[in-house]
């Protein structure tokens, strides 16, 4: 019985590395088929219009901004025929962005891309990694003093940020869309791994004091140059958090002001507890004259 035991056990030790590699794809597939997906509205189906092709590239949230490239796509009697992606008149493009709200493109030109500043409104970094905020994008072009048609094709390419469509609507040749940013399911799975980790150190630091103090083992140099360098490590840790967060979110609250405090009470108690044990050895040059006589 014993023997089939300890053959279930390494059967079940060998799988696990397997399973846990196949978890890891799962969720990998999973996130990937939720992030950064493309959404569409507006005037797409007017022959003469103007195309939008919007994409986030970068998320600022402690600067509450998100950062976009707007590419401005003429179609129709709006496309001049001798240019590459030129407009046949100009286009004046209105949006949301509060450092940018006009744009021009002048006729016979090729329209370049821009690159605009959005807002972010509600939420707090603080937060982190659960922290969440919204935006809100509008658009309208207008050629020869006409508001004409227009269609946006928005998507994100910040690895840190999932976007998802909140609501979206066409009003008077108006595109009008509010997305909803939270952290990505790949920063949220590692900030929750830093914090499990942090715990675990912190306590097997705590665990290793308690033993050395309660078994009077005094300066024990190895443990407690493990337990320093512990000490160090939870701040190197803590600094490569994905999204670059302040001090003070709740990953701080949670689990690294904790174990910074546990380990440090750790490495005192035990050098503290230690030098009393120490001195209370009979001394060295004592020992060597009883041995001589």
Request: glycine share 6%; proline share 5%; hydrophobic share 50%.
């Amino acid at each position: 019985m014993r023997g089939r035991f300890v053959l279930v056990r390494r059967v079940a030790a060998v799988l696990l590395v397997p399973l846990l590699c196949a978890a890891g794809i799962l969720l990998y597939l999973n996130g990937r088929a939720v992030e950064h997906q493309a959404t569409v509205v507006g005037d797409t189906a007017a022959p003469d219009r103007i195309e939008l092709y919007v994409t986030a590239q970068q998320v600022s949230a402690a600067q509450r901004r998100v950062q976009l490239r707007v590419e401005v796509v003429p179609t129709g009697s709006f496309l001049e025929d001798s240019g590459v992606n030129a407009p046949a008149k100009q286009i004046t493009l209105y949006s949301t962005s509060p450092t940018h709200s006009e744009v021009q493109f002048p006729a016979g030109r090729s329209a370049t891309a821009q690159d605009l500043d959005m807002s972010l409104y509600g939420g707090t970094i603080s937060d982190y990694p659960f922290d969440g905020y919204d935006t809100e994008l509008a658009f309208a072009a207008v050629v020869d003093g006409v508001q004409v048609p227009v269609s946006m094709t928005f998507s994100d390419i910040d690895p840190f940020f999932r976007f998802s469509a909140v609501s979206s609507r066409t009003t008077n040749h108006v595109v009008y869309q509010v997305e909803h940013l939270t952290r990505a399911q790949g920063t949220k799975i590692m900030a929750v791994f830093m914090m499990i980790v942090m715990w675990a150190l912190a306590l097997s630091v705590l665990t290793g004091a308690w033993i050395l103090v309660s078994r009077r083992r005094g300066l024990v140099w190895p443990a407690l140059g493990w337990m320093a360098a512990t000490l160090f490590a939870l701040a190197a840790l803590r600094n490569v958090a994905p999204g670059a967060p302040p001090i003070g979110c709740l990953l701080d609250y949670a689990a690294f002001f904790w174990a910074e405090l546990l380990t440090a009470v750790g490495v005192v108690s035990t050098v503290l507890w230690g030098t009393l044990a120490e001195r209370r050895r009979e001394p060295l040059h004592e020992v060597e004259k009883q041995e001589r006589k």
